[in-house]
């Protein structure tokens, strides 16, 4: 089969010109960091196998390195840098928010740096919401808080003409964008509006995706620690099964239509006995549905964990209507419908039983980044100051084939990743768990 091609190709304001501050080397060897090239990439796909060879590898898509350039586009003197946070909170947020802030004042000496407050609603003049003036004081300690220190919300990225007049009344001239795939697409319309006007503006979006369903990178911020905490539930819901006569232990987690969340955090706790997530469908009833796994797991080990991807069986809940602020389609409450229908199943067949469940999805959104979190969050927000400051435009900064890269927004939001039902991954779940292959009669 014919792997897909992709244009990773970067859109640039113009050419730089202007000598970049920050001392680094252009020699190899002389213990002195380096600057990144504009000729470097990163190959997307890696896979050798169907018998494909290195010659099919170099056109199957190369991305552009992230990182500091010689020659940058922007005058720092002149330089002035906004930030925003949108969507729902996320570990990590804070470290974003303090790496740019810094990288900013301390690498390229911009002394401009505006925080906009509660998301793409504070460009908008009718809420008169106050701008924040950063700096490393500021912004020194925020790392150890969760949530943003900007304050977020949902919805107004249509509202793309009255954004981009606001960047135009403020003079901005370097524009940071933290938030997940809705939010990148109004960035995307942001910065086509801004090069509509013929302004020179840099966009660059910074992804916050705790589902970790980014297309085009390994890893995003957040969902490590969102792991951990949900790790930590699901331990809980493990003592409180087993010190029940035929306990079960149910955990929803995030996940709408990925379920990397449920599949990692059940690998890293390996106390789950039945994984559900959007990507796997499965029946409820009949001979090799759930409900009858569970009855059976019940009757042989007398008790039961159960992890469930909030988007997981969406076919069997009442959905409401509509859409959020952000115009994700609103999804029914699949892990009260699951405590239900278990209960009922069981005293159906005359057992004596004990559920417990536990839904951490604010705890775990609420929460400090783990360390590896604010390493990796540290990093992604000096390599979007570095994009901005060489003059890329709509796009991303992600990390792929264990380097940083530049993603075009519009080739990103295109699409969810997803978890393949015949991967690694999962089939590590299965093992893991040991639970039917299928739960489909």
Known sequence: MAKAKYDFTIERLGEPKIASPIPYSKVLGDSIANYVTEDERILYDIDLTEGRTLKDLESSGLMEKAGPREKIYFNPQHSHAAIVTCGGLCPGLNDVIRAV?????????????????????????????????????????????GGTMLGSSRGNGKRVEEIVDSLERMNI???????????????????????????????????????????????????????AKAVTAVEAAHVEAKSANNGVGLVKVMGRDSGYIAASTALSSNEANFVLIPEVPFDLHGPNGLL???????????????????????????????????????????????????????????????????????????????????????????????????????CLVSLMNTHFVHLPIKLVVGGRKKVDPESSLWRDVQESTRQPLSMKN
Not at 196 to 203: A, Q
Not at 313 to 318: A, C, I, K, N, T
Request: net charge neutral; charged share 25%.
């Open 101 to 145: 802030v810094r990288t900013l004042w301390y690498r390229y000496n911009v002394r401009r740096i505006t925080g906009v407050r509660y998301g793409f609603t504070g460009f908008l003049p009718e809420f008169n919401i106050p701008t924040i003036d950063l700096n490393p004081t500021v912004v020194d300690d925020i790392h150890k808080m």
């Open 292 to 394: 009858h796994h569970v009855e059976e797991r019940l009757r042989t080990r007398q008790h039961a964990v159960i992890i469930v991807a909030e988007g997981a069986g969406q076919e069997y809940v009442e959905i409401p209507d509509g859409a959020d602020k952000s115009g994700n389609k609103l999804y029914g409450d699949i892990g009260k419908f699951l405590a239900d229908e278990i209960k009922k199943y069981l005293t159906g067949k005359g057992m004596d039983y004990a559920l417990k469940y536990i839904d951490p999805s604010y705890i775990i959104r609420a929460s400090e980044a783990l360390p590896s979190d604010s390493l990796y969050c540290a990093r992604l927000g000096a390599s979007a100051v570095h994009a901005a400051m060489a003059g890329k435009t709509k």
């Open 173 to 227: 001239n370097l524009l940071f964008i933290i938030g997940g795939d809705g939010t990148q697409r109004a960035s995307y319309d942001i910065g086509e509006e801004v090069l509509k006007r013929g302004m020179k503006i840099s966009v660059v979006g910074i992804p916050k995706t705790i589902d970790n369903d980014l297309l085009f990178t390994e890893r995003t911020f957040g969902f490590e620690t969102a792991v």
